[in-house]
């Protein structure tokens, strides 16, 4: 229900058990709710679900903090909230804002109100606040008669993130890396997640070469650029990505297209290397994947398979359902599947149940229902891996 509420319609709710609780459906529970919540970017690398179901109050708690601050600051976020750029300083473009924290925002913002009550800036939100009279002068500034509903947004053309783009970040936060990403194209522009991320899929980094902050008012540009030339080059010497064309500048201007690139390629050796761990080292390819999901379907008797992670059965996300309902049979209710000639709409009600029933099996999936429903082939492919991880660990 929190995850719910920060992040809508994360969960289908129709996966998860209410009545007659058991030990197992109580582990479906927790499991559901934890693969959600790092879908949403919230760090559970060292939180399982024993540790919730046992109650340890500072992983509960933690990760329920996690969880509020999601969706408190999901609203802090220039493109869902436009009145924001009255924040702008002089000098500054919609570029600069759009480059700080929730948190930078929120201060800024708390700043910019009681600047026009006249009183003191607070510099934190701990000992500039515990007197509560910055709040009390914010209360006053933002609504004095205590029901007004403020100015109208400003119109603004602004795009905010894609899927895709939303899907890598939490996928990064989930794995905790720092500084948070909360952009990001801004966030990697010194390079220093993305050399924590070839850490995370076993490429050795040499940090003796890494700038790190603070850097120096001068010539920072070029620590931040040198980084992400580091970066390119381990990518492409060490981790073997295929980066032609790609150059450490573009990740440091932030250009979209090299960096998505780069972040894919990451994602899928990330979750290869999942699958190579459970299997002993044994090399895993898309080819190995498809064969897994065909024999796995087959076994079960189901009448499902696919292709390859384009194949358009997939938006129907039956073949999903189908691999999950053979590697913990009995778990997906059929009653609740759309069948047939299906609408769009009945489509994304079979996706939506879909991910959440992996997830509730055990499986951190990051991939989202309108990625099943449009056949991305980048995200099925980790649908499918991540199950076959998943069913690998059948014994």
Same mark, same amino acid.
């Given at each position: 229900?929190?995850?719910?509420?920060?992040?809508?319609?994360?969960?289908?709710?129709?996966?998860?058990?209410?009545?007659?609780?058991?030990?197992?459906?109580?582990?479906?529970?927790?499991?559901?709710?934890?693969?959600?919540? +790092?879908?949403?970017?919230?760090?559970? &690398? $060292?939180?399982?679900?024993? @540790? %919730?179901?046992?109650?340890?109050?500072? !992983?509960? #708690?933690?990760?329920?903090?996690?969880?509020?601050?999601?969706?408190?600051?999901?609203?802090?976020?220039?493109?869902?909230?436009?009145?924001?750029?009255?924040?702008?300083?002089?000098?500054?473009?919609?570029?600069?804002?759009?480059?700080?924290?929730?948190?930078?925002?929120?201060?800024?913002?708390?700043?910019?109100?009681?600047?026009?009550?006249?009183?003191?800036?607070?510099?934190?939100?701990?000992?500039?606040?515990?007197?509560?009279?910055?709040?009390?002068?914010?209360?006053?500034?933002?609504?004095?008669?205590?029901?007004?509903?403020?100015?109208?947004?400003?119109?603004?053309?602004?795009?905010?993130?894609?899927?895709?783009?939303?899907?890598?970040?939490?996928?990064?936060? +989930?794995?905790?890396?720092?500084?948070? &990403? $909360?952009?990001?194209?801004? @966030? %990697?522009?010194?390079?220093?997640?993305? !050399?924590? #991320?070839?850490?995370?899929?076993?490429?050795?980094?040499?940090?003796?070469?890494?700038?790190?902050?603070?850097?120096?008012?001068?010539?920072?540009?070029?620590?931040?650029?040198?980084?992400?030339?580091?970066?390119?080059?381990?990518?492409?010497?060490?981790?073997?990505?295929?980066?032609?064309?790609?150059?450490?500048?573009?990740?440091?201007?932030?250009?979209?297209?090299?960096?998505?690139?780069?972040?894919?390629?990451?994602?899928?050796?990330?979750?290869?290397?999942?699958?190579?761990?459970?299997?002993?080292?044994?090399?895993?390819?898309?080819?190995?994947?498809?064969?897994?999901?065909?024999?796995?379907?087959?076994?079960?008797?189901?009448?499902?398979?696919?292709?390859?992670?384009?194949?358009?059965?997939?938006?129907?996300?039956?073949?999903?359902?189908?691999?999950?309902?053979?590697?913990?049979?009995?778990?997906?209710?059929?009653?609740?599947?759309?069948?047939?000639?299906?609408?769009?709409?009945?489509?994304?009600?079979?996706?939506?149940?879909?991910?959440?029933?992996?997830?509730?099996?055990?499986?951190?999936?990051?991939?989202?229902?309108?990625?099943?429903?449009?056949?991305?082939?980048?995200?099925?492919?980790?649908?499918?891996?991540?199950?076959?991880?998943?069913?690998?660990?059948?014994?």
């Amino acid at each position: 229900k929190m995850v719910n509420l920060s992040v809508p319609d994360t969960i289908d709710e129709r996966t998860i058990n209410k009545k007659k609780l058991t030990p197992f459906t109580i582990q479906e529970n927790l499991n559901l709710a934890l693969n959600s919540a +790092s879908a949403i970017g919230c760090h559970v &690398v $060292n939180i399982g679900a024993e @540790d %919730l179901k046992e109650g340890k109050p500072h !992983l509960v #708690l933690g990760l329920l903090w996690q969880v509020i601050k999601i969706g408190l600051f999901a609203d802090i976020e220039l493109s869902r909230n436009e009145a924001l750029i009255a924040l702008l300083r002089e000098g500054e473009d919609l570029e600069d804002l759009m480059k700080l924290s929730p948190e930078e925002l929120l201060l800024r913002w708390a700043n910019y109100h009681l600047e026009g009550a006249g009183c003191k800036k607070v510099n934190n939100f701990s000992t500039d606040v515990k007197d509560s009279k910055a709040y009390y002068h914010l209360l006053n500034q933002i609504a004095p008669k205590g029901d007004e509903e403020g100015q109208a947004p400003i119109p603004v053309d602004m795009s905010g993130e894609t899927r895709e783009e939303r899907t890598f970040r939490n996928w990064m936060n +989930s794995l905790g890396v720092t500084p948070r &990403v $909360n952009h990001l194209y801004s @966030d %990697l522009q010194d390079a220093l997640v993305i !050399l924590q #991320l070839y850490e995370k899929i076993k490429v050795p980094v040499d940090w003796s070469r890494v700038n790190k902050p603070p850097y120096p008012k001068l010539g920072a540009n070029m620590k931040k650029l040198e980084n992400c030339n580091y970066a390119v080059e381990l990518g492409k010497s060490k981790a073997k990505f295929s980066l032609v064309g790609i150059a450490g500048q573009d990740l440091n201007e932030g250009k979209h297209m090299p960096t998505l690139a780069l972040m894919w390629q990451l994602m899928r050796r990330y979750t290869l290397n999942m699958l190579e761990d459970i299997g002993d080292g044994e090399k895993v390819n898309d080819e190995i994947i498809v064969n897994w999901v065909n024999k796995t379907l087959s076994d079960s008797q189901k009448s499902s398979s696919v292709a390859s992670f384009k194949d358009k059965e997939i938006s129907t996300s039956i073949p999903v359902l189908d691999l999950i309902d053979a590697i913990q049979p009995g778990s997906v209710r059929y009653d609740l599947v759309k069948t047939g000639d299906l609408t769009d709409e009945e489509k994304l009600q079979n996706a939506k149940y879909a991910i959440s029933m992996a997830r509730k099996i055990g499986t951190r999936v990051y991939a989202l229902p309108e990625d099943l429903v449009e056949v991305k082939p980048k995200m099925v492919m980790t649908v499918f891996a991540c199950l076959m991880g998943r069913g690998m660990k059948r014994v």
